[in-house]
């Protein structure tokens, strides 16, 4: 009776553990996943950054990137579309289309 004891609390001590263990590496992926994220964005700025008013790398690297990049201009592009349009705005904020 007390090994079977012991052994449930064992199991469930080892569960702990793994759900544990789980939580940290679900923590340590997402910041991961921002900061990936923001590179992206940085370097979207970096490539496209003539728009608002910073100085853009040459021309030849610009278009032999644009390909990778052309998910993220097509985004740069509607948001300006929608400037001005209040609904749009609405949208803008609560997430992308």
């Known amino acids: 009776m007390m090994m079977n004891y012991l052994l449930r ?3 469930s001590f080892r569960g702990f553990l793994q759900g544990f263990g789980e939580a940290a590496m679900h923590k340590a992926t997402a910041q991961i996943e921002y900061e990936a994220r923001e590179m992206e964005h940085s370097f979207a700025l970096m490539l496209f950054g003539n728009a ?5 790398p040459p021309i030849t690297v610009t278009l032999e990137l644009l390909p990778l990049m052309s998910g993220d201009l097509e985004l740069m592009l509607l948001r300006a579309s929608q400037t001005g349009n209040g609904l749009s705005e609405l949208a803008s904020i609560m997430g992308e289309p």
């Open 9 to 11: 609390l064992l199991q």
């Open 52 to 56: 608002v008013g910073l100085p853009s």
